[in-house]
């Protein structure tokens, strides 16, 4: 992104007053301009809906799949869906980061989980979740699909904060159930990560770290024993 200044002048000389004033803008903006530059046009969103999982598993089942956000800033309306965390220029000036896709961050993982499972050979229906469902909605809204394979992921946790380097706070849990809603297998992962510091200069390094922990806590969930299990077996 190129911003283009206009600078006061006469034919025969700048004018002082211009070039006073704009410094004192500067000097009350101060940071957020930093950041602002830092930045660029498209700066603040990850691409999650790009991650590739590999599973440790393969079938014809029919499977539904969802991902429910149960983060309580979300719930609560103090950010939108698509919220995913926050790159600081200082301890007083931060942006939001959001999906580069646009749509809601649960959306882009089950948009993930879905095309690893197809992949895999199953037969996949993607159902879209609002915020405002419990658990045990979300399990009738995946059950409408009369898959044989009930696939749930709950994103209690996802935030990543970039200042020097980038931290990830995570907490994602998996659940299988078969058609009448009885636990096939289960999975959790939490905790709060500092990912690679040599991204710290590069928009394109951050994202793809970003990329590569989500990748990582997703093929985790899915080769938990209990998970695969259920994956390989008629429900």
């Known amino acids: 992104m190129q911003d283009e200044v206009e600078r006061a002048h006469t034919r025969r000389h700048f004018s002082a007053a211009p070039l006073t004033a704009a410094r004192g803008v500067l000097a009350r903006i101060g940071a957020g301009i930093v950041l602002s530059l830092v930045v660029g046009c498209g700066g603040t969103g990850v691409a999650y809906d ?11 089942q029919h499977i539904a ?26 301890a007083a000036h931060s942006v939001d980061v959001a999906t580069a896709s646009g749509h809601a961050f649960a959306d882009d993982v089950s948009e993930v989980v879905a095309r690893g499972l197809s992949r895999s050979g199953y ?11 419990s658990e045990q909605q979300a399990f009738g809204e995946l059950r409408g699909t009369e898959a044989s394979h009930l696939a749930l992921l709950v994103i209690r946790e996802w935030e990543t904060t970039t200042f020097q380097n980038t931290e990830v706070r995570y907490d994602l849990d998996l659940e299988i159930k ?13 905790g709060s ?3 690679p510091p040599a991204h710290s200069d590069s928009e394109d390094a951050r994202e793809r770290a ?9 093929n985790l969930l899915f080769a938990e ?11």
Do not use: C
Request: hydrophobic share 40%; glycine share 6%; aromatic share 4%.
């Open 50 to 60: 790009r991650v590739q999982i590999n599973l440790p598993f393969v079938g014809k």
């Open 123 to 133: 037969w996949v229906d993607r159902v879209t979740l609002d915020a405002s469902l």
């Open 210 to 218: 970003i990329q590569s922990a989500l990748e990582q806590k997703l």
């Open 193 to 195: 990560d500092q990912l």
């Open 178 to 190: 078969n058609s009448a809603g009885a636990l096939q297998g289960e999975s959790s992962r939490r």
């Open 65 to 90: 799949v969802a991902a429910l956000d149960q983060r309580p800033s979300i719930r609560s309306g103090e950010h939108t869906a698509t919220f995913t965390g926050t790159l600081r220029s200082d």
């Open 225 to 235: 024993p209990r998970v695969v299990s259920a994956f390989e077996r008629e429900l």
